[in-house]
């Protein structure tokens, strides 16, 4: 007798088969296109049904950490949520990292972890843990259920397509989603028929997300700055998630105030307000106080800059600072914003534009022009002493690396940098450029885990990766060159992980260079600082890429940079390692450039104004 279609199948192993087909069967109809699957026994149904549909490229991983970094990294390019799979027991503690990661950052992923049936839980059965609510409050939403019970036969649709909608439309954000689902023995089975889905192959469900223009009052956020009856000299921090870069620049123009971009804001383009330099202008106490505004509006993420953060520190209680976010995720950890905002960034934008020309004409709303003048003097000076650096040769230093990266990379290009050094190089010398390429990082926990990984993942929806990592971060993520040798011959993923347009540039300074930027190197022994902090290595990378099978192309001269990124990136994952001075040896250099940077700004300004 054929399957009924709204029964659930008398045999255990097809009824489990069917539920899993079910869930991947909506899955695909809510646009998901990735998996990343890492072996074992108790996921088999759900490894099979994912295996089974053209329409989601999958890929396996050996280690469920490096795993759910790359499934991170899907979901870090835009592109949805991908499915991340893993077996019972200490598998899915591995990926906590990463969901935590997904979290803080807001990037949806879609966690499955098979589970030992009820009746084998607590009875020392192997490979059994609590699995249920294993993230805690890490996941926008979780749920664990049982694949064999004929009573949810009727709900499989519904639980996958709300999944995919919590990790994509939660009130809080995208981010990660949990679902939990017990399989019995046996394992392996035919599929029956699906219960039936929507007509036409749409979703179960659809989401009206209200997170748009509505939610964020214009005129209030003026207000809230001083400029409702006139204009005052201000600054625009923007992070990555501002808004739409070209809107962006618009609006901090029609303030008439600077607008400070992040490298992963997209805003570090040419522009009257555009300021890259912020973090080497604000270093220097004498351009601090000829540059302090009287209003802040803060966009996106914050920067990892010190100096910048302590400039707005420093700012009176009464200069009023506005925080406006993708998300209900309060980034003010200065505690002194006076109105915080979270919507849709587009809508912040046109909010703000919109209630800037409905201002009836007034000469007390005019901006002063010497006020962002002095701002471009002070950037003109500080971009002029790095490009200097740039052409000084010697050897690299993670200021000409990182600079001359994201100004030979082709605009087309993602960049992804390790949550340490490069990223900070990034942030402190990224050029401004027409066309500059996406910048990202793993900013949510800021963590060095899962780097290579999370760039693989990115590489995986199509794009051309070049991730920028130190020794310790490559080091740390090995694991992520360790795949199944071949999918089989007539498989459509054949060869997949081969043809990876993957750039891995590794800045090679024999160990934990990051820490030599930090108050403990100033004030620990040498011995102790070595030891603890610096660590230098005693595996090199060069061996590891031998040992692994990666290729690998060494750069001893800042002038080999270009062509070893120009490289032929389409024939697969390749790390470029970049000999770098000792860590001590480049914080004196790095050092030196930001004096010359201060002595240029200081220079370009001249005395701060009276009433400045």
């Given at each position: 007798?054929?399957?009924?279609?709204?029964?659930?199948?008398?045999?255990?192993?097809?009824?489990?088969?069917?539920?899993?087909?079910?869930?991947?069967?909506?899955?695909?109809?809510?646009?998901?296109?990735?998996?990343?699957?890492?072996?074992?026994?108790?996921?088999?149904?759900?490894?099979?049904?994912?295996?089974?549909?053209?329409?989601?490229?999958?890929?396996?991983?050996?280690?469920?950490?490096?795993?759910?970094?790359?499934?991170?990294?899907?979901?870090?390019?835009?592109?949805?949520?991908?499915?991340?799979?893993?077996?019972?027991?200490?598998?899915?503690?591995?990926?906590?990292?990463?969901?935590?990661?997904?979290?803080?950052?807001?990037?949806?992923?879609?966690?499955?972890?098979?589970?030992?049936?009820?009746?084998?839980?607590?009875?020392?059965?192997?490979?059994?843990?609590?699995?249920?609510?294993?993230?805690?409050?890490?996941?926008?939403?979780?749920?664990?259920?049982?694949?064999?019970?004929?009573?949810?036969?009727?709900?499989?649709?519904?639980?996958?397509?709300?999944?995919?909608?919590?990790?994509?439309?939660?009130?809080?954000?995208?981010?990660?989603?949990?679902?939990?689902?017990?399989?019995?023995?046996?394992?392996?089975?035919?599929?029956?028929?699906?219960?039936?889905?929507?007509?036409?192959?749409?979703?179960?469900?659809?989401?009206?997300?209200?997170?748009?223009?509505?939610?964020?009052?214009?005129?209030?956020?003026?207000?809230?700055?001083?400029?409702?009856?006139?204009?005052?000299?201000?600054?625009?921090?923007?992070?990555?998630?501002?808004?739409?870069?070209?809107?962006?620049v618009a609006l901090a123009e029609a303030l008439g105030w600077p607008l400070l971009a992040?490298?992963?804001?997209?805003?570090?383009?040419?522009?009257?307000?555009?300021?890259?330099?912020?973090?080497?202008?604000?270093?220097?106490?004498?351009?601090?106080?000829?540059?302090?505004?009287?209003?802040?509006?803060?966009?996106?993420?914050?920067?990892?800059?010190?100096?910048?953060?302590?400039?707005?520190?420093?700012?009176?209680?009464?200069?009023?600072?506005?925080?406006?976010?993708?998300?209900?995720?309060?980034?003010?950890?200065?505690?002194?914003?006076?109105?915080?905002?979270?919507?849709?960034?587009?809508?912040?934008?046109?909010?703000?534009?919109?209630?800037?020309?409905?201002?009836?004409?007034?000469?007390?709303?005019?901006?002063?022009?010497?006020?962002?003048?002095?701002?471009?003097?002070?950037?003109?000076?500080?971009?002029?002493?790095?490009?200097?650096?740039?052409?000084?040769?010697?050897?690299?230093?993670?200021?000409?690396?990182?600079?001359?990266?994201?100004?030979?990379?082709?605009?087309?290009?993602?960049?992804?940098?390790?949550?340490?050094?490069?990223?900070?190089?990034?942030?402190?010398?990224?050029?401004?450029?027409?066309?500059?390429?996406?910048?990202?990082?793993?900013?949510?926990?800021?963590?060095?885990?899962?780097?290579?990984?999370?760039?693989?993942?990115?590489?995986?929806?199509?794009?051309?990766?070049?991730?920028?990592?130190?020794?310790?971060?490559?080091?740390?993520?090995?694991?992520?060159?360790?795949?199944?040798?071949?999918?089989?011959?007539?498989?459509?993923?054949?060869?997949?992980?081969?043809?990876?347009?993957?750039?891995?540039?590794?800045?090679?300074?024999?160990?934990?260079?990051?820490?030599?930027?930090?108050?403990?190197?100033?004030?620990?022994?040498?011995?102790?600082?070595?030891?603890?902090?610096?660590?230098?290595?005693?595996?090199?990378?060069?061996?590891?890429?031998?040992?692994?099978?990666?290729?690998?192309?060494?750069?001893?001269?800042?002038?080999?940079?270009?062509?070893?990124?120009?490289?032929?990136?389409?024939?697969?994952?390749?790390?470029?390692?970049?000999?770098?001075?000792?860590?001590?040896?480049?914080?004196?250099?790095?050092?030196?450039?930001?004096?010359?940077?201060?002595?240029?700004?200081?220079?370009?300004?001249?005395?701060?104004?009276?009433?400045?």
């Open positions: 007798m054929p399957d009924d279609p709204l029964r659930p199948p008398e045999d255990l192993a097809r009824r489990q088969a069917t539920v899993a087909a079910t869930l991947v069967d909506e899955w695909v109809r809510c646009g998901v296109r990735h998996a990343v699957i890492c072996p074992g026994s108790r996921s088999t149904p759900l490894a099979l049904a994912l295996a089974a549909r053209p329409e989601i490229q999958v890929a396996v991983r050996l280690d469920e950490r490096s795993a759910a970094f790359s499934a991170l990294g899907v979901g870090l390019a835009g592109v949805g949520p991908a499915v991340l799979l893993t077996t019972s027991g200490t598998a899915a503690t591995e990926v906590h990292a990463a969901v935590v990661e997904a979290h803080q950052a807001g990037v949806p992923l879609l966690v499955v972890s098979a589970d030992r049936p009820p009746e084998l839980q607590r009875v020392g059965a192997p490979q059994t843990v609590e699995q249920a609510g294993l993230y805690g409050a890490s996941v926008r939403f979780a749920v664990t259920l049982d694949a064999a019970d004929p009573g949810l036969f009727a709900s499989w649709r519904s639980f996958a397509s709300r999944l995919v909608l919590e990790a994509r439309c939660h009130p809080s954000g995208p981010g990660p989603v949990h679902l939990n689902l017990a399989f019995r023995e046996p394992l392996v089975g035919e599929p029956g028929c699906l219960p039936p889905g929507r007509p036409g192959g749409g979703p179960w469900h659809r989401a009206l997300a209200s997170r748009s223009a509505q939610a964020v009052d214009g005129q209030a956020v003026l207000a809230a700055l001083g400029l409702e009856d006139g204009w005052v000299p201000g600054v625009v921090v923007a992070g990555e998630g501002s808004g739409p870069p070209t809107e962006v992040d490298a992963r804001s997209g805003c570090r383009r040419p522009g009257r307000a555009v300021v890259g330099a912020a973090d080497g202008i604000l270093r220097h106490p004498g351009a601090r106080e000829a540059l302090r505004p009287r209003a802040v509006l803060r966009l996106g993420q914050p920067w990892l800059s010190k100096a910048l953060g302590a400039f707005l520190d420093e700012l009176d209680p009464g200069v009023p600072q506005v925080v406006l976010d993708r998300d209900w995720a309060w980034r003010d950890p200065s505690r002194r914003a006076v109105l915080v905002g979270s919507g849709d960034p587009t809508g912040w934008v046109w909010a703000l534009a919109e209630a800037l020309e409905a201002r009836a004409p007034d000469p007390r709303s005019a901006p002063d022009p010497t006020w962002l003048e002095r701002w471009r003097r002070a950037e003109r000076a500080a971009q002029g002493v790095v490009d200097e650096h740039l052409r000084a040769g010697g050897p690299p230093t993670v200021a000409q690396v990182t600079r001359l990266a994201l100004r030979c990379l082709p605009p087309e290009a993602t960049v992804l940098c390790s949550a340490s050094l490069p990223v900070r190089g990034v942030e402190w010398y990224g050029p401004v450029r027409p066309d500059p390429p996406r910048v990202l990082a793993n900013r949510g926990a800021n963590g060095i885990d899962g780097v290579v990984s999370t760039a693989r993942g990115l590489a995986m929806t199509g794009r051309a990766v070049v991730a920028l990592v130190g020794d310790l971060a490559f080091l740390h993520d090995l694991t992520a060159w360790l795949e199944p040798a071949r999918w089989p011959a007539a498989s459509r993923n054949d060869q997949v992980e081969d043809r990876l347009a993957l750039t891995v540039v590794v800045l090679d300074n024999g160990g934990g260079g990051i820490f030599s930027h930090l108050a403990q190197a100033e004030v620990l022994p040498v011995d102790r600082f070595e030891a603890l902090f610096a660590t230098p290595q005693r595996q090199q990378v060069r061996e590891v890429c031998a040992g692994l099978g990666v290729p690998l192309v060494e750069v001893g001269e800042l002038a080999e940079l270009p062509d070893a990124l120009s490289g032929d990136r389409e024939r697969g994952p390749r790390v470029v390692r970049v000999v770098m001075p000792p860590a001590d040896q480049e914080r004196a250099i790095l050092g030196a450039l930001h004096e010359q940077i201060g002595a240029a700004v200081e220079a370009a300004l001249g005395p701060a104004p009276a009433g400045a």
